[in-house]
């Protein structure tokens, strides 16, 4: 039912309610067998045992079992217990992170249990929220969180905080009026209470109309059960190289097979040789590379206030190509400050942010002293005395008590040299009208310590010019005509232009021994003395880090539920909109299906007054399109569209709960410009990730095709399997995990984000990895000829050599990986952690070939010294080939 277009007696009636003595207890009995409890539901939980054999499903984990099978037949014990190890990590590591993950509805519930006066059998009791029931009758003052959706029956200058629910940085204000809309947007529900919401002032009584997943904050928890978390990018490509690694597997296992039955040899030899050759082709230790190179990303991404919930969304980051932002916390401070002051046809600025009472006025650019100004002074003065909030200084920080838009009239006053606690010693508060939603004012009548009295009003500056005759003009006040109503519209106009909310102050002196008891006689023929332009104003660092996404290819959307002229205004300052940049209201987004509005979402930079269900579409658009969509929010609010976008952003201070539980990244600092840092260093993750792919799959192919060259050409085995095993251990461990620690290119935030579709081969790496491969293949085998033809008795020692030359070739190959484009385009030492991991690596392989009491485990003999150059020769030459003929191919 829309209850917000019923009047009291139909809303009572339809609840079958009174609202004089509320409910009696077996009507309560009743309805709470007929609506349930008034708490929110959790979806169909899965055991944990459940959740954690889940994790099994993955395809390369069942690549790694077969790795593993495949190990213990051949006896390689020890290779097969590292990848069970290597998949129970990964399994305990995505268990723990679903379980975090599911945390977000207990938060939710959490949020939404206060404790409530209901009146019930004719007396007001205290009850948890979750005994409510709808028809109950409620009331709640400032400071109470309302325990369930409610009809606003009386409001005593009732103003309520939604921004959790809608995203609207202002207390709205409630009446007991009926709106007759049947369209309007929660935010726009000026005579309803919602679950979960905080009261800022006043107070009010409200008649239950909804409980449970029935409330507004219910059908949050409700898209939030519903929405599905996305695969990431990352792990779409890894699925897709473990198929292309299996497929090579059986292909080289059929391959050698076929060639070595065709020559004449065994079949159960060249199976396990062929089994052998398929072990070598899956990187087993690639998991926990990518695990270890995640983790040391998120071990930066601390240190950048960025904390990171799920893994694998720090890549996700990488190629984020849309960031939905919302504005209230995210984009702006959530902190309401004054930045303009009109009176008299002069304008003067503010500056400072936030609650800190530092800052200065300014006039046309020069500075003033506010004190020399006596319209300033009196605008300021007034402002603070018809007021009720108070900052206060705790831990050396400035806090707001009370309502955030009186906070804002308060600093502004402190900024001029003024303070509340003084001026109450000069004037008494003798009376006061407070401000209620039909008037839009409120008043309070002042007397000063000569004994004037003075009646001061604050409120809607369309109100306040209606109720005023005369307006200040310098040091005089002037009739109010057509000419002043103007000039008044144009200054409002103008504040409104640049994003500002305008609040007027008029005031009249009356005799001192006027007892004005009704505010119609207070409120009428006043002095109209000015304006005050108040604003969220924009986090200050949030322009430049917009600005540099854009470079980067990254559009920045706002999602609010703020009013168009706001959100646009804003917008436009931080560089998210311009002139061309279409805005789209809550209420056209209701009438579009997510098909319609993917055809013009790529053109939205706004999207103002909107749902919880209007983000989810707006986030699912952008998906369809085929965006990578990070979200970012604070509130309840968020979380559906948090959790469905490819990597959920939450704020780390001012975030709720079920923000953060929802979210893949939580910004510590709240600061959107964190998420540039993030992405930078999710952008380098990637590709660290694709340099040790690259590094393990040029290396391995190298191996693979050493022995299938010396099958083709009738040679013995150049490597036992030890030495196979050795080499893997060796080379695929410190310097690929060296490689996730090298730092971003000077251009990565210089590029558009890869397409979400980008195989992991793209880009030329599958050449790489071929090209590279078969020299360092050929390399060997060669090393391995003169070797063995030098001294065809010592096949030990033609072995050692060839098992020396493919170390050396991938260490050396290491150092290319580190760039797109050759081994000379960077600086070797820049990253010191891998030359400390070739050295270590190095160290490992001299010591099984020159320790006697190893040397009989690997199958090695000492090289003799001459036979190094050799060996550190054609070493060098898959690298340094390929860098000669991209050094040819720059200079042409």
């Known amino acids: 039912m829309n209850y917000h277009e019923m009047n009291e007696r139909q809303v009572e009636e339809a609840l079958n309610t009174d609202f004089s003595a509320g409910l009696s207890d077996e009507d309560v009995g009743k309805r709470v067998k007929q609506f349930g409890s008034n708490e929110l539901e959790e979806g169909e939980k899965q055991s944990a045992l459940l959740l954690f054999f889940n994790q099994f499903k993955d395809f390369m984990v069942l690549v790694l079992l077969a790795a593993t099978l495949i190990s213990g037949l051949l006896g390689e014990y020890i290779d097969a217990i590292a990848i069970i190890a290597i998949i129970i990590l990964n399994s305990f590591l995505g268990f723990y992170q679903e379980r975090r993950a599911e945390k977000s509805l207990s938060a939710l519930k959490e949020l939404s249990q206060p404790q409530v006066q209901v009146l019930r059998n004719g007396t007001w009791e205290k009850v948890l929220s979750k005994e409510l029931v709808p028809g109950d009758v409620i009331k709640f003052s400032s400071g109470d969180r309302i325990g369930a959706d409610v009809r606003i029956i009386e409001s005593r200058s009732l103003e309520v905080e939604e921004s959790a629910l809608t995203g609207e940085s202002v207390p709205v204000q409630k009446m007991t009026e009926t709106i007759n809309n049947p369209n309007l947007t929660l935010g726009d529900m000026e005579n309803m ?97 990518v695990t270890i190179a995640l983790s040391l990303g998120v071990q930066k991404m601390i240190r950048k206030n960025a904390v990171v919930r799920k893994l694998p969304a720090v890549e996700t980051l990488g190629c984020a190509s849309v960031i939905c932002s919302d504005k209230t916390g995210t984009l702006t401070q959530n902190k309401m400050t004054v930045t303009k002051v009109w009176s008299s046809g002069r304008t003067w600025s503010v500056d400072g942010t936030g609650y800190e009472p530092q800052g200065k006025y300014y006039e046309n650019d020069q500075a003033i002293d506010p004190k020399n100004e006596k319209v300033l002074q009196q605008l300021l003065t007034f402002g603070m005395l018809c007021n009720h909030a108070e900052i206060e200084q705790k831990s050396g920080e400035y806090v707001l008590n009370g309502d955030p838009t009186e906070g804002a009239m308060i600093v502004a006053g402190m900024k001029a040299g003024y303070t509340r606690s003084k001026l109450l010693s000069q004037f008494e508060i003798v009376n006061e009208f407070p401000f209620d939603s039909t008037r839009k004012m409120m008043s309070v009548i002042v007397k000063d310590t000569t004994g004037r009295q003075f009646v001061v009003t604050k409120g ?9 005759k005369t307006i200040l003009m310098g040091n005089r006040a002037e009739n109010i005509g057509s000419r002043e109503k103007n000039t008044v519209q144009a200054a409002i106009d103008g504040l409104a232009s640049q994003a500002l909310r305008t609040i007027a102050i008029a005031y009249k002196e009356i005799s001192a021994n006027t007892i004005i008891l009704h505010e119609k006689e207070a409120e009428s023929e006043l002095v109209f003395i000015g304006l005050q332009g108040i604003i969220d104003p924009p986090r200050p660092e949030v322009k430049q880090a917009v600005r540099e996404c854009k470079e980067a290819g990254i559009k920045t959307v ?37 098909q319609e509005l993917e055809d013009v979402v790529d053109h939205v930079s706004v999207f103002a007054r ?18 990578i969509v ?17 990597i959920g952003i939450a704020m780390g201070i001012t975030g709720t709960d079920v923000a953060k539980e929802a979210s893949s990244l939580v910004l510590m600092d709240d600061n959107f410009a964190s998420i540039k840092s993030a992405i930078i260093e999710g952008r380098n993750i990637y590709e660290n990730i694709r340099k040790f792919i690259r590094y393990l799959l040029a290396s391995n192919v190298g191996e693979i095709l050493v022995m299938l060259f010396a099958m083709i050409l009738a040679l013995p085995l150049p490597l036992v399997p030890i030495q196979i095993l050795w080499v893997n251990l060796v080379t695929d461990g410190l310097p690929a995990m060296a490689l996730g620690l090298d730092r971003p290119e000077d251009n990565v935030m210089k590029r558009d984000p890869r397409s979400p579709n980008e195989g992991v081969f793209a880009r030329g790496l599958g050449w790489k990895v071929i090209s590279r491969g078969i020299l360092i293949g050929l390399s060997t085998i060669a090393a391995f000829m003169l070797a063995y033809n030098d001294n065809p008795d010592n096949l030990a020692y033609a072995q050692t050599v060839a098992f020396a030359t493919l170390v050396l070739a991938q260490l050396i190959h290491v150092f290319d990986c580190r760039s797109e484009k050759s081994i000379l385009s960077r600086n070797p030492f820049g990253n010191m952690y891998l030359v400390w991991a070739v050295l270590s690596s190095l160290l490992l392989v001299l010591v099984v070939i020159y320790v006697p009491a190893l040397q009989g485990i690997f199958h090695t003999v000492a090289i003799q010294p001459k036979d190094w150059l050799m060996i550190l020769g054609l070493a060098s030459v898959p690298t340094f080939l390929l860098a000669g003929s991209f050094l040819l191919s720059k200079s042409k």
């Open 193 to 289: 209470g919602f679950m979960g919401t905080m009261v800022s002032r006043g107070s009010g009584i409200g008649v239950v109309i909804a409980t449970g997943m029935k409330t507004a904050m219910g059908q949050i928890a409700d898209l939030l059960q519903n929405a599905e978390s996305q695969i990431t990018p990352l792990q779409r490509r890894l699925e897709q190289l473990g198929k292309i690694l299996i497929v090579t597997a059986l292909a080289l296992t059929v391959l050698v097979v076929g060639i070595g039955v065709l020559q004449g040899n065994d079949l159960y030899t060249m199976v396990l040789a062929g089994v052998s050759l398929a072990v070598a082709a899956i990187p087993e230790g690639l998991p926990a590379i």
């Open 460 to 468: 809607a500056p369309d109100v306040l010019i209606g109720q005023s």
């Open 558 to 594: 706002m999602i609010t539920g703020d009013h168009v002229i706001t959100a646009n205004a804003i917008a436009k300052q931080l560089g998210i909109a311009n002139s061309q940049s279409k805005v789209l209201e809550g209420k056209e987004l209701a009438n579009m299906s997510v």
């Open 610 to 627: 909107v749902s919880p269900e209007h983000k989810l579409k707006i986030v699912q658009a952008f998906q369809n399109r085929g965006h």
């Open 630 to 646: 990070a979200m970012t929010g604070d509130g309840v609010n968020d979380a559906p569209a948090i959790k469905t976008a490819d």
